[in-house]
């Protein structure tokens, strides 16, 4: 924070300042009051941090451009004990985030309802107008980065690896994909010189059984379409 300091201690019908401080630069004195006079420069946050639960399926739009945008509904829940009953109390409350470009492309691949997932991003407010011709503003998270949280498995996404942390960015590389940059590359180009090439390693034994068809979700958003209130 920055201020721009000025001003003069004066008495409050501007007779002459209190002894010892009539050249201090840095007060103003008015009535009862001193205060620091001037600019404070102070820059503005818009930041939104979601960690939730997809109540349904990711809504996709596709642009006459090619570009693609994904609206997902999250819901977040808070816990309490009420004073009262001594009973737990919670509420849920549902968040609507928009993914766009390449996180957009991201979202329709891996999330599924009830997937959990970690979102960074910024509030916007549009305005539109429904069918009977009334304008309505809805307030909306655009979100900047992603993560993918708990396990893959039934959401459509990759499992295992080094390259499973399930990271997304919109601009810039880092754990997976991202908007403005190549994410999870492959190794760099080999040296100038020469060298024997090491022996092969032994192939790999055939899996035990095959892999079995994802459980039924149990994260509880299995039947959470209705209860989402837009």
């Not at 008015?30 to 001037?38: D, P, Q, R, T």
């Amino acid at each position: 924070m920055a201020a721009s300091l000025v001003g003069a201690f004066q008495e409050p019908g501007g007779g002459a300042p209190p002894a010892g401080i009539g050249h201090n630069p840095r007060f103003s004195f008015s009535s009862s009051f001193i205060y620091l006079s001037g600019a404070v420069h102070m820059a503005s946050v818009n930041k939104v941090i979601v960690v939730g639960n997809l109540g349904r399926d990711p809504e996709m739009r596709t642009f006459p451009s090619g570009d693609q945008v994904a609206n997902v509904t999250v819901a977040t829940t808070d816990r309490w004990k009420d004073k009262q009953s001594g009973e737990m109390r919670e509420a849920t409350e549902w968040h609507r985030i928009v993914f766009n470009g390449r996180l957009a492309e991201i979202a329709g691949q891996y999330l599924r309802k009830g997937s959990q997932v970690y979102v960074e991003g910024s509030l916007r407010t549009r305005k539109w107008t429904d069918k009977d011709g009334i304008e309505k503003y809805t307030t909306e998270i655009r979100a900047d980065q992603m993560q993918m949280l708990g396990s893959r498995q039934g959401q459509g996404g990759p499992s295992g690896g080094p390259e499973d942390d399930g990271g997304y960015s919109q601009g810039g590389g880092g754990g997976g994909y991202s908007q403005g940059g190549n994410g999870g590359g492959g190794g760099g180009g080999g040296g100038g010189g020469y060298a024997p090439r090491a022996p092969a390693a032994a192939p790999r034994a055939p899996s035990a059984a095959p892999r079995q068809a994802p459980a039924k979700s149990s994260t509880g958003f299995d039947d959470m379409d209705d209860d989402i209130p837009f």
